[in-house]
């Protein structure tokens, strides 16, 4: 790895890795605040910032913007999570300082115009309208909302029609002062990158962020329970969920293992059984979302109203048969799937500056490649067996829309994995 990592005085930091073979730059700013960060006023702000953050600065208008990077055979894009938000452009080696620029102004000069303000609005309420048109996205939302009720870690990161409504220039101001600050931003490059002049031009544009705020971030308490929305569609969409762990557990690597042979491709269980056995549903999977402080583990099936009471016990014993009695070939496989995706994101500049600014959100440095196949390979089967019973234990989380009348409940289900 050709790593290098240099914090400026202000507590910002920037980290690259120079891939010698490529000959773009995949660069960007990840801000250590997502969803999960806003007050229950400011619910759906730090969506919209990302948003509006392309709609206009002091020097470029958002036209400007997206030409200027794309004349240069670039792309520019954001996004939004429920712990971190990111700015990121690919660009070729040359053109890295265009991309610089255009990044710190966005994120140091944008003018908020109430015009455009009002104009992205709207598009946000058409994202979040077709969210709910989507039962397989809007399913999700609902399987958030019952595990973690009344708390920001559970509540959508597009927010609702009437608080996007509610915001004006000053609370998009307010919320930016607060979070996008020097300790809560990590600067990432990846592909063809020089780290001296990359740090040079880092100083130079991101001289004058806000001084940091301590704000905390309300613990996450999981409580599980259901939520069913009953819908004329032609399949029942179905989370079953249970409390997962943090990324900083020691127990994260054997949980993913775990939701990989439950149902992470077409050899694993939940697939082989339900779907090419039993022919019982067409997307079927498990799932591990760790987070800072928590996490959900949970599958997702979308079958038929006549399947339905089928399913629900054949997937279910689908998880409690993987945590008693999954094999070392099972988990050979999955370890074997967690090393090419590392692999994989090795050699995109992309997903390269993407992985190392995450992990220095995450863990304040860049595991290197051998320390996480070490850590994949350490994971023993009785560790994922372990992990995935103290997961099924927890109380359930049951979602589901379309025809749900045969859904089980929590109490259901809670019986079903009695014996794990």
């Known amino acids: 790895m050709s790593v290098e990592i240099t ?22 700013v990840w801000i250590g605040a997502g969803s999960r960060h806003e007050r229950p006023q400011e619910h759906g702000l730090s969506h919209l910032l990302e948003h509006m953050a392309f709609k206009g600065t002091k020097k470029r208008s958002a036209r ?4 200027e990077i794309e004349t240069a055979g670039g792309d520019i894009n954001a996004a939004t999570s429920v712990e971190q938000t990111s700015y990121y452009a ?31 609005k709207s598009v946000i309420l058409q994202e979040i309208g077709a969210a709910a048109d989507t039962p397989d996205d809007l399913v999700f939302d609902m399987f958030t909302a019952t595990a973690y009720p009344d708390q920001s870690i559970g509540r959508p990161i ?28 990590t600067v990432a490059a990846a592909g063809a990158v020089d780290h001296k002049a990359l740090v040079a031009e880092i100083g130079e544009r991101f001289g004058h962020l806000p001084e940091p705020m301590r704000l905390q971030k309300e ?22 969920g249970f409390e997962g762990v943090s990324f900083n557990d020691p127990r994260n690597y054997a949980a993913h293992i775990f939701a990989n042979v439950a149902g992470g491709g077409m050899s694993s269980r939940l697939f082989q059984d339900v779907r090419e056995k039993r022919g019982l549903a067409y997307s079927i999977y498990a799932f591990h979302w760790a987070f800072s402080d928590t996490g959900l583990f949970g599958l ?10 089928e399913l629900m016990p054949v997937a279910l014993d689908c998880l409690a048969d993987a945590a008693a009695d999954l094999s070392e070939v099972e988990v050979q496989r999955a370890k074997a799937q967690m090393k090419v995706s590392l692999l994989t994101a090795l050699e995109s500049s992309t997903a390269r500056a993407e992985q190392i600014a995450r992990q220095m959100l995450s863990y304040g ?20 067996r372990a992990a995935g019973q103290e997961i099924l234990k927890t109380a359930p989380t049951v979602c589901a829309i379309g025809p ?17």
């Open 64 to 67: 400007d913007i997206a030409e």
């Open 7 to 28: 914090t400026l005085p202000s507590g910002l930091r920037v980290v690259t890795d120079k891939m010698s073979h490529v000959e773009t730059t995949s660069l960007g």
């Open 219 to 240: 613990p996450a308490k999981y409580v599980g329970g259901e939520n069913k929305l009953k819908k004329r569609l032609e399949q029942a969409h179905i989370i079953i």
């Open 365 to 384: 440095r860049v595991l290197t490649r051998q320390e996480v196949i070490d850590r994949i390979d350490a994971i023993t089967v009785d560790d994922i």
């Open 158 to 185: 597009l927010g609702t029609p009437e608080r996007v409504s509610s915001f004006d220039p000053t609370a998009i101001r307010d919320y930016l002062g607060s979070h996008y600050h020097s300790e809560s931003m």
């Open 300 to 309: 997702y099936a979308g079958t038929s109203a006549g399947d339905v009471t």
């Open 404 to 420: 749900v009348a045969k859904v089980w409940t929590p109490d259901k289900v809670a019986a079903r994995l009695s014996g794990v």
């Open 90 to 120: 690919r660009v070729l080696a040359e053109d890295t300082d265009l991309a610089i620029d255009i990044l710190s102004d966005i994120l140091t000069n944008s003018v908020f115009d109430p015009t455009e303000l009002a104009r992205e």
